[in-house]
């Protein structure tokens, strides 16, 4: 496997790792509180109503966000911006019977499209003729970016809500999630008054500069989504290749892998053996910020890349050990990756 593709798949398992984290280790039940305004959405309500939503304490507008992601109906366009490069996409998510359905095109730029139903995904890639297949619990990608009970959070980031703003039309509260140390990076997000749905989210750097953001240029929330506005575009043919990025639980390699040393304020969430190229990924996450660990048999004579960026807000580490090539990638800094990548040991 090239290096390129090899990336382009790790990418993806870190995609998956980040929805299977969220799911296995952050659902709840739908609160009161969610209730009332995901039966809000697209009614008129008073000033009082949106001046009480808008002083309400930061924790309560983490989980309205992550349970709107999930809970509504919306369709919308977005753009992805870090450094020069800028991709747009277009969203329609559909909450039924209690199934999620989902469609992400890739509007910018080489094809791509993006199927979810219920707890599986398709990740199609026209110029690659490839289908790379897997299986989460909840999404990981914009505007579901964030776990459903963020209690976790406060140890890691302070957290604090500021004005009300406008974004892609509508009335947006402001929040900033402040890091307590090096570790990991800050994040700004905008959630829509009413309804919670996140419409813009930043990430900046240890000098507050935006190295990352996702943003709604316009989105319909609510209302009916028909089976047209989910069904692909893009006709797989029989001769593509399918890479199948799920992975097989694998609890029992916990007495063969981990870290000498603790990373502050991370844990443990998720370690699986991955069916297409049989890499061990281990998943470790402070509540917001996920790092994936991948280990697998090196190449006779091939040496370890270091430090190195991955794009957008993602850096990686490799590093080879004992005859294994240890590979770390995440959204959080390049300290936190070399660290990681460092930590590893062999426990047998």
Request: charged share 25%; hydrophobic share 40%; net charge neutral.
């Amino acid at each position: 496997m090239t290096t390129t593709r090899r990336m382009a798949t790790m990418k993806t398992c870190l995609f998956v790792g980040l929805c299977l984290l969220c799911g296995q280790s952050f659902a709840n039940p739908l609160g009161a509180t969610n209730g009332r305004l995901l039966t809000a959405v697209g009614k008129h309500e008073p000033s009082a109503v949106v001046s009480e939503l808008a002083a309400e304490d930061p924790l309560t507008w983490l989980d309205r966000i992550g349970e709107a992601s999930r809970k509504l109906n919306y369709v919308g366009t977005f753009s992805y911006q870090t450094g020069w490069r800028t991709e747009t996409s277009r969203i329609v998510h559909r909450y039924a019977n209690g199934e999620e359905r989902e469609r992400l095109e890739v509007l910018d730029g080489s094809p791509r499209e993006v199927i979810r139903q219920g707890k599986e995904l398709r990740c199609v890639l026209p110029a690659q003729r490839t289908v790379i297949v897997g299986r989460s619990e909840t999404r990981g990608s914009f505007p579901g970016r964030l776990p459903q009970n963020h209690v976790e959070l406060t140890g890691n980031y302070r957290i604090r809500l500021e004005a009300v703003e406008r974004v892609a039309g509508h009335e947006a509260q402001k929040l900033v999630l402040e890091p307590r140390d090096e570790l990991r990076f800050g994040h700004v997000l905008w959630a829509e008054l009413r309804s919670g749905l996140l419409l813009k989210s930043q990430v900046l750097d240890a000098k507050g500069e935006v190295i990352e953001q996702f943003a709604f240029s316009d989105v319909q929330i609510g209302g009916k989504i028909n089976d047209e506005l989910l069904t692909p575009r893009v006709k797989v043919d029989a001769d593509w290749s399918t890479v199948d990025v799920a992975g097989d639980d694998e609890a029992q390699f916990k007495n063969q892998w981990g870290l000498k040393e603790s990373l502050p304020g991370f844990a443990l969430m998720t370690m699986m053996r991955h069916r297409s190229g049989g890499a061990l990924q281990m998943v470790f996450s402070d509540g917001l910020a996920a790092i994936s660990v991948f280990i697998e048999p090196a190449e006779a004579g091939v040496e370890a890349r270091g430090a190195y960026p991955g794009g957008g807000a993602v850096n990686v580490f490799e590093r080879i050990m004992d005859g294994y090539r240890i590979t770390v990638l995440g959204e959080v800094p390049a300290l936190l990756v070399q660290r990681a990548a460092e930590a590893i040991e062999s426990l047998k």
